[in-house]
T-cell receptor, first 109, second 117 residues
């Protein structure tokens, strides 16, 4: 299975943008890039997904490198509520969501 | 609309006892998943139900673990003869289309925190 690599933790100041990186150098052409996050004491929640083009939704933006070997989740203005563990996951038809260690985002007031 | 619900939210049991955990998925979702999350760790896949197909049990850690699902509704995860290493949060998720759809999104419940004394 294609694997993702994320930093263990990142810090941000409140109301500043946050760029969460993810490397997936062995990604294949049919893999979608999914992001989930897990707030403290809650189940994970879906954030965004994409294939090749950059994607925007109400929660975040996803920037995908041209060679698709890396991607970046962008939170445009971090709030204290965005403090969570963020998971970058590759999916293709037939595989399971595999949650690695993720990036623990800490947001300072 | 209602999300995925799980009960109980917390369960404390003694080693050797059996426990049943319940998951109510989002109505209309064909796929249902169970995961385990030990303290400070990532999610471990346990079992996957897709419609009326045979479940994918490849993640179940031992034969003490079993799960059932009736049609596309409620699922129960049963752990027999619980051990202390079974202590974890057990998370259930459902999704509209399941594993075969690369863009399918999973919706998670709040989890059941199981403590085995």
């Amino acid at each position: 299975d294609a694997k993702t690599t994320q930093p263990n933790s990142m810090e941000s100041n409140e109301e500043e943008p946050v760029h969460l990186p993810c490397n997936h150098s062995t990604i294949s052409g049919t893999d979608y890039i999914h992001w989930y996050r897990q707030l403290p004491s809650q189940g994970p929640e879906y954030v965004i997904h994409g294939l090749t083009s950059n994607v925007n939704n109400r929660m975040a933006s996803l920037a995908i490198a041209e060679d698709r070997k890396s991607s970046t989740l962008i939170l445009h203005r971090a709030t204290l509520r965005d403090a969570a563990v963020y998971y970058c996951i590759l999916r293709y038809a037939g595989n399971m969501l595999t949650f690695g260690g993720g990036t623990r985002l800490m947001v300072k007031p | 609309g209602a999300g995925v619900s799980q009960s109980p939210s917390n369960k404390v049991t003694e080693k050797g006892k059996d426990v049943e955990l319940r998951c109510d998925p989002i109505s209309g979702h064909t796929a249902l998943y169970w995961y385990r999350q030990r303290l400070g760790q990532g999610l471990e896949f346990l079992i996957y139900f897709q419609g009326n197909s045979a479940p994918d049990k490849s993640g179940l850690p031992s034969d003490r673990f079993s799960a059932e699902r009736t049609g596309e509704s409620v699922s129960t995860l049963t752990i027999q003869r619980t051990q202390q290493e079974d202590s974890a949060v057990y998370l259930c998720a459902s999704s509209p289309r399941g594993q075969l759809a690369s863009t399918d999104t999973q919706y998670f419940g709040p989890g059941t925190r199981l403590t085995v004394l």
